[in-house]
Structure formats: structure tokens, C-alpha cells
């Protein structure tokens, strides 16, 4: 009876992992507008979450590989494509790709992850930057 337990809660467990592991980013989700609710910067064990960032920066996606980003008054069109569980912006002026992984996308929540540059040369180094978004109406931009 304990090894059909065992084995019937390994099998759970596994199977869980193995269905939240989406190989790609569904752009049908990621489609509309999200507001950013908070953000969250780690450098070598240091961190920092910010719960109300201002003012909060919006993220409208578009069908066309388009991305603008709403925020201190002013509009940014990036594009984007999808690699697997990869956004990959680029500006309009040039500037070079930068890679968000999705950690989570669903209907209402969209949270991407950030490896950024560390600032002081050397190794073993982890500098990275999470930002959780809300799905918000279309209407609430105007």
C-alpha cells in the first residue's frame, strides 16, 4: 500500500511539473494591455522589491510584433518576437535585443525576468530584474 502511494503521488507531482512547463510563450495571452504592479532587482544576494512603482509603466502588445510602453507621459514602440519561453525586444532606434524570459502568462498575470549586466567586473556574479504585470482593459488607456 505505501509504494502504491508513493508511486501515485510521484506520478502527480511529475505530471504537474511536466504540464506547467510550457515550451512557448501563447500570444493569443500575451495579446492587450498590462500595467506593471511591481518590481523586483536582486544583484549578489542584495534585493530590493518595489510594490508600487510610479508612476506604473503600461505594456500594450500588439498582433504585429509590436510593443508600446506606456509611462512618464511618453509612448515607446518596441517589437518583439517569441523564442520558446523568450520575449526578445529591440527598440526602433537600434539599440541591442534584450532577452525577458516569461516566468508565468495567463489571463491575468503576466510576469517576465530580466538577466541584467553586473555592474563590477569578476565572477560568480547574479544580477537580475522580475516584473510582474496585471492585465488591465483596453478602455483604462484612454
Known sequence: MKIYTYNLLAITILSMVVLSCKSTVDRKILHGAWRMDSLYDYY????????????????????????????????????????????????????????????????????????????????NQVKYQIRFFTRISMDALK
Open 44 to 123: 549578489n544576494g542584495f534585493s530590493y522589491m518595489n510594490r508600487g512603482p510610479q508612476p506604473a509603466e503600461v505594456h500594450v502588445y500588439e498582433g504585429d510584433h509590436t510593443m508600446l510602453r506606456r509611462g512618464m507621459g511618453h509612448v515607446r514602440e518596441y517589437y518583439y518576437t517569441v523564442e520558446g519561453k523568450n520575449l526578445v525586444m529591440s527598440d526602433t532606434l537600434g539599440a541591442p535585443e534584450t532577452k525577458h524570459m516569461v516566468l508565468r502568462l495567463d489571463s491575468t498575470q503576466l510576469v517576465l525576468k530580466k538577466e541584467n549586466t553586473p555592474l563590477f567586473p569578476g565572477e
